[in-house]
């Protein structure tokens, strides 16, 4: 076992020992599990107030531990003492910390098996693919597979505060405890946070209940910024400019979300460049709205650092737990969801997400075609499809340029007769049966202060050249883009390329950076379906 590159990377990260090639607990740690096994009568643990006593005392067993301050002792005293109904607390302590202390026995031996399978999981021998738990590097693509098991007793760990933390900021690793999210929740309290827990709460009383047997994939996509002759570089802006790949079919949603649409779709996470965002402190929007109904997203906050603008993370097979209502300050969790989506040949379930960061607070800089080029770039690498590529690199190079090379030959030939219309039905059979479109929305919009007609645009661009069927849009009723549906069918209509597209967007985005126009793409580039009253949005 210590001679595997992969432990190696991420053991410093786990609150386990390596001794004699075998992983395990402190022995102090191993005595308090089996109390807490045991139920209250035994553990004596039937608070809030001795619960995280008991965290307490488990963080010391390791020397590298510090003191957590007083506010988190003070969430947890809240949320299980006080929020809690006497009912609800008595079946936490009675049923489910037991349960949780049986599956924290058993984490070392889960690891051991996982990495006694992880060469296993796609190919074998000499072609075997890394599918190992370890760091994920920047700019080193790569993928792992996690049973849903092993990923309830990671957040265990993080329940119980144990994952060591003191080192996670040199390698730009998100925050993996549950201290700041119970600290939050007493310092500044508000519905909000206490529905957040209550999701992840509602997480521990299922798995304590019926474990799920599936898996979950977490992978890391690049875009060299150096190509090579097997990985698809970073592309410039005459990639983009030139590209004669067809738009896919654009679909609007002015109500819904992405993740009920019920066509198989890659659901977009409008992420933070660190994976789950504000999901264990005070964040409640998109992204971490996301981790709470599906907490298993959280563990990719393990092991992933922080993503460069080359860079996406897609995570397949994560089981959706809570239901809900609201969005930020009116979020609330509205009780179980039993998740229905098909499993594939890895055991995953067929939810894919994907999670791309966008330019915070970009103002008037986002019309300036370096800063457009990075955003395309990041929905990109989040959307093309590098299941092959991974697992069998020549092949999916040679088809992706193949693909390419066949719609410039076709696309030249459409040109001169402005039919494109029979390519446009056989464009997408060139990527061998995928079916899978996007599902988006406003993403860096909101909060992150982009403009929503040109990230709309971007996304559909990104989606063409990725060769995705089609894109969802949800609109989530934002005025912007009350005509969206409109000048997109007019401009599916017009049988525009992806690169005759992107030069229109350049050509608004030059106007728009020097202060010529103010008003929005949409209408500047149908003015006939706006009203002449309507003066577009201004987000500089």
Known sequence: ???????????????????????????????????????????????????????????????????????????????????????????????????????????????????????????????????????????????????????????????????????????????INFDELFACLYDDYNQKQENKVWCIIHYFQRISRDMPKGVVSFERKVLPFEGDPIHISYPNANFWSTSVIPLCKFEVHCSGLIE???????????????????????????????????????????????????EAIEIVGVERFSSYTGYASSFRFSGDYVDKKDIDIHGRRKTRIVAIDALCSPGTRQYRENFILREINKAFCGFVDQSTHHWHHKTFHENFSAAASTSMETSEENISNHKFGNFRNDHHKMEQGNNVGIATGNWGCGAFGGDPEMKTIIQWLAASQALRPFMAYYTFGLGALHNLHQVADWILSQKWTVGELWNMLIEYSKLRSKGETNIGFLKWLLPSVYDHGDDGMDFS
């Open 260 to 310: 009920d649409q019920s066509s198989e779709a890659v659901e977009v996470d409008f992420a933070n460049k660190y994976l789950g965002g504000g999901a264990l402190n005070r964040g409640c929007v998109q992204e971490e709205i996301r981790f709470m109904v599906s907490p298993e997203l959280i563990a990719g906050m393990l092991f992933l650092p922080s993503m460069a603008d080359n």
């Open 1 to 175: 076992m210590e001679k595997r590159e992969d432990l190696r990377s991420i053991i410093a990260y786990l609150p386990l020992l390596m001794r004699s090639s075998t992983l395990l607990w402190p022995s102090q740690i191993v005595e308090a599990f089996k109390e807490l096994s045991r139920g209250p009568l035994h553990s004596h643990v039937d608070s809030g107030q001795l619960f995280f006593l008991a965290i307490s005392d488990l963080r010391n067993s390791f020397s590298s531990s510090f003191p957590l301050p007083p506010s988190v002792s003070h969430g947890y005293e809240l949320f299980f003492d006080e929020l809690m109904s006497r009912e609800e607390s008595r079946k936490w302590f009675e049923e489910v910390v037991p349960a949780l202390g049986n599956l924290l026995l058993r984490l070392p031996s889960l690891l051991e098996a996982h990495y006694g399978n992880a060469d296993m999981v796609i190919g074998g021998g000499g072609n075997a693919v890394k599918t190992g738990l370890r760091l994920l590097d920047s700019q080193h693509a790569g993928i792992v597979f996690l049973s849903q098991e092993l990923i309830a007793a990671l957040l265990g760990c993080s329940l119980f505060c144990l994952f060591p933390d003191s080192d996670r900021h040199v390698k730009n690793l998100p925050t």
